[in-house]
């Protein structure tokens, strides 16, 4: 980038200033980017930029400091159609009663950076920030294109740290939930005393069929014989016991009915004597039918219980991306799908804004990948059904050998120059009516004689046509000075390519055959010109090119 050496304000800059001084609020609009050099013009007293080449809206404003604002914008060449030498930049700002004006300007001179043209080997994006001191303004703003706008590394940063702490606690609760779900040790805390409630107790005596409840113990032995064994009913006794597995080696003992000759046993005895250590510790509780219901009830209902958006529960994980439960948990590998599919959406609307923005400038309308939707679909909608974007047309009559035309501003990239003259008189010399045009710069058509001669003084009818959907406009001069010469160009499409040309004779013969000359595109590489001697004709030639 060109050294700049600082802005300087403006006038109209300083104007504004005092009235933000004064309670006005200081909005800043836009950035202009040219190529204009300073000659002899007042860098305060300028209005707009000295040839304006590129308008950059504003991503971005900031005071780091009291009296100073930071306005930033971002330069990409990418919808530079030509490229020029960044050696002026200009910030606009909106005056409450003049609408927007130039409010501060910097020139780089001879250090100026040159801006290729999109397509080229150089890719350009430049972040530009200016400093501008804005004294004691207390509201300082500016128009933001939102969709230029760009995180800093450091929040960019920070926001990756939180979607990582987020995933990292996604992860414990699914490795807690996990957890919690194998847990076999009760993980929710129910106590024997919520379980029984009716303390433990001794049996003295049970009747044949035992009451209905339950009983459990831990199966550490085989059932049938330490059961009779226990009991004392050994030998032919037999045993029948009705059990439910819960887990484990634990056993949930309905029924207990011991057959001894036919006649049911009546008396069961607590396990406490030496003989009978190996029930001792075995023998948990005796409690009810419906105490037992009502912990089922409790176990079937906790079972159940499904969390919701308000209310916590078990839920299911689920790695589906499709998924519209809202009971579920979505797994890393849900999330990472996801996100990749998301970055992949984002990837291919930004291919398919850049395509767009091409197409679109294309057409004569400038565009940017930058653009929002929104904005794209109205630039598509400015897009003309005409390719001629302004005629300028007048007549001149040549006062000397050389005259300047002041026309209203075109862009020299796209507009040619056509004219047509006729002498005034019949006297002189036919070569000195022939007339030279070419557009010095962008606001001025040049009209050149090889010789001036007031009794035969041409009168010129010029028209300058600019266009809006250009590809390409090579221009340049020649001497020719033999019967046929060739012209070397940059290739073009010959279907889609005109040629205009003028020049002057130096025939020095009033015989019009031999101040004439033709002209063509011979090819898409040769421009051919012919005439009928080999006097020297002085040629400025445009060659425009369209999409």
Same mark, same amino acid.
Request: net charge neutral; proline share 3%.
């Given at each position: 980038?060109?050294?700049?050496?600082?802005?300087?304000?403006?006038?109209?800059?300083?104007?504004?200033?005092?009235?933000?001084?004064?309670?006005?609020?200081?909005?800043?609009?836009?950035?202009?980017?040219? !190529?204009?050099?300073?000659?002899?013009?007042?860098?305060?007293?300028?209005?707009?930029?000295?040839?304006?080449?590129?308008?950059?809206?504003?991503?971005?404003?900031?005071?780091?400091?009291?009296?100073?604002?930071?306005?930033?914008?971002?330069?990409?060449?990418? !919808?530079?159609?030509?490229?020029? *030498? *960044?050696?002026?930049?200009?910030?606009?700002?909106?005056?409450?009663?003049?609408?927007?004006?130039?409010?501060?300007?910097?020139?780089?001179?001879?250090?100026?950076?040159?801006?290729?043209?999109?397509?080229?080997?150089?890719?350009?994006?430049? %972040?530009?920030?200016?400093?501008?001191?804005?004294?004691?303004?207390?509201?300082?703003?500016?128009?933001?294109?939102?969709?230029?706008?760009?995180?800093?590394?450091?929040?960019?940063?920070?926001?990756?740290?939180?979607?990582?702490?987020?995933?990292?606690?996604?992860?414990?609760?699914?490795?807690?939930?996990?957890?919690?779900?194998?847990?076999?040790?009760?993980?929710?805390?129910?106590?024997?005393?919520?379980? =029984?409630?009716?303390?433990?107790?001794?049996?003295?005596?049970?009747?044949?069929?035992?009451?209905?409840?339950?009983?459990?113990?831990?199966?550490?032995?085989? %059932?049938?014989?330490?059961?009779?064994?226990?009991?004392?009913?050994?030998?032919?006794?037999?045993?029948?016991?009705?059990?439910?597995?819960?887990?484990?080696?634990?056993?949930?003992?309905?029924?207990?009915?011991?057959?001894?000759?036919?006649?049911?046993?009546?008396?069961?005895?607590?396990?406490?004597?030496? $003989?009978?250590?190996?029930?001792?510790?075995?023998?948990?509780?005796?409690?009810?039918?419906?105490?037992? +219901?009502?912990?089922?009830?409790?176990?079937?209902?906790?079972?159940?219980?499904?969390?919701?958006?308000?209310? &916590?529960?078990?839920?299911?994980?689920?790695?589906?991306?499709?998924?519209?439960?809202?009971?579920?948990?979505?797994?890393?590998?849900?999330?990472?799908?996801?996100?990749?599919?998301?970055?992949?959406?984002?990837?291919?609307?930004?291919?398919? &804004?850049?395509?767009?923005?091409?197409?679109?400038?294309? &057409?004569?309308?400038?565009?940017?990948?930058? !653009?929002?939707?929104?904005?794209?679909?109205?630039?598509?909608?400015?897009?003309?059904?005409?390719?001629?974007?302004?005629?300028?047309?007048?007549?001149? *009559?040549?006062?000397?050998?050389?005259?300047?035309?002041?026309?209203?501003?075109?862009?020299?990239?796209?507009?040619?120059?056509?004219?047509?003259?006729?002498?005034?008189?019949?006297?002189?010399?036919?070569?000195?009516?022939?007339?030279?045009?070419?557009?010095?710069?962008?606001?001025?058509?040049?009209?050149?004689?090889?010789?001036?001669?007031?009794?035969?003084?041409?009168?010129?009818?010029?028209?300058?046509?600019?266009?809006? =959907?250009?590809?390409?406009?090579?221009?340049?001069?020649?001497?020719?000075?033999?019967?046929?010469?060739?012209?070397?160009?940059?290739?073009?499409?010959?279907?889609?390519?005109?040629?205009?040309?003028?020049?002057?004779?130096?025939?020095?013969?009033? $015989?019009?055959?031999?101040?004439?000359?033709?002209?063509?595109?011979?090819?898409?590489?040769?421009?051919?010109?012919?005439?009928?001697?080999?006097?020297?004709?002085?040629?400025?030639?445009?060659?425009? +090119?369209?999409?």
């Amino acid at each position: 980038m060109g050294a700049f050496g600082g802005l300087v304000l403006t006038i109209k800059g300083r104007n504004l200033q005092a009235k933000a001084q004064a309670g006005a609020d200081l909005k800043y609009s836009r950035m202009g980017l040219g !190529d204009g050099t300073i000659t002899s013009q007042s860098i305060p007293s300028l209005v707009g930029l000295i040839s304006q080449r590129k308008s950059l809206n504003l991503n971005r404003v900031y005071t780091p400091s009291p009296a100073r604002a930071v306005v930033s914008a971002i330069l990409s060449n990418q !919808d530079v159609t030509t490229g020029f *030498f *960044f050696r002026e930049i200009g910030v606009f700002a909106l005056d409450p009663d003049e609408g927007e004006i130039l409010y501060a300007y910097g020139n780089s001179g001879t250090t100026a950076e040159y801006i290729p043209p999109a397509g080229s080997a150089d890719i350009i994006e430049k %972040l530009i920030n200016l400093n501008i001191i804005v004294g004691n303004a207390t509201n300082v703003t500016a128009v933001i294109d939102q969709s230029l706008v760009y995180a800093t590394r450091s929040e960019f940063e920070n926001k990756i740290n939180e979607i990582n702490l987020a995933i990292d606690e996604m992860q414990d609760e699914i490795n807690s939930f996990s957890s919690h779900l194998t847990n076999t040790n009760n993980p929710h805390k129910v106590t024997t005393e919520q379980v =029984n409630t009716i303390a433990s107790k001794l049996v003295a005596e049970m009747p044949a069929v035992y009451p209905i409840g339950i009983t459990a113990f831990s199966l550490t032995t085989a %059932l049938a014989d330490p059961w009779k064994t226990a009991t004392g009913h050994v030998g032919t006794d037999t045993a029948l016991v009705q059990t439910t597995k819960m887990s484990g080696d634990y056993l949930i003992v309905q029924r207990i009915t011991f057959n001894n000759g036919g006649t049911g046993v009546t008396a069961i005895y607590e396990r406490s004597t030496s $003989a009978n250590n190996v029930w001792n510790g075995a023998w948990k509780k005796v409690v009810s039918r419906s105490e037992f +219901e009502t912990l089922q009830e409790t176990v079937t209902a906790h079972k159940a219980e499904t969390a919701t958006l308000t209310t &916590k529960g078990h839920v299911k994980l689920n790695s589906s991306v499709t998924s519209p439960s809202e009971v579920d948990a979505a797994t890393p590998k849900a999330v990472k799908t996801a996100m990749d599919r998301a970055d992949a959406a984002f990837l291919q609307a930004n291919n398919g &804004k850049t395509a767009v923005a091409s197409a679109v400038t294309a &057409k004569g309308v400038a565009a940017s990948p930058s !653009d929002t939707f929104p904005t794209l679909a109205t630039k598509i909608g400015q897009i003309s059904s005409t390719n001629v974007k302004s005629i300028q047309r007048g007549s001149t *009559f040549m006062a000397d050998v050389s005259e300047n035309v002041p026309i209203s501003l075109v862009d020299i990239t796209k507009a040619i120059v056509k004219i047509t003259f006729r002498p005034n008189s019949t006297a002189g010399q036919g070569h000195s009516v022939f007339v030279k045009a070419q557009l010095s710069n962008s606001t001025t058509l040049n009209l050149s004689l090889s010789q001036y001669l007031l009794s035969n003084a041409p009168t010129v009818e010029w028209e300058v046509i600019e266009f809006s =959907n250009v590809k390409s406009l090579q221009t340049g001069t020649a001497a020719i000075g033999a019967v046929t010469t060739s012209v070397a160009v940059a290739a073009v499409n010959t279907l889609t390519s005109l040629l205009f040309f003028s020049y002057t004779s130096s025939s020095g013969s009033a $015989a019009s055959q031999t101040n004439l000359l033709a002209g063509s595109l011979s090819s898409g590489v040769n421009i051919s010109f012919s005439q009928v001697d080999t006097s020297i004709k002085s040629v400025y030639w445009q060659v425009i +090119e369209f999409n």
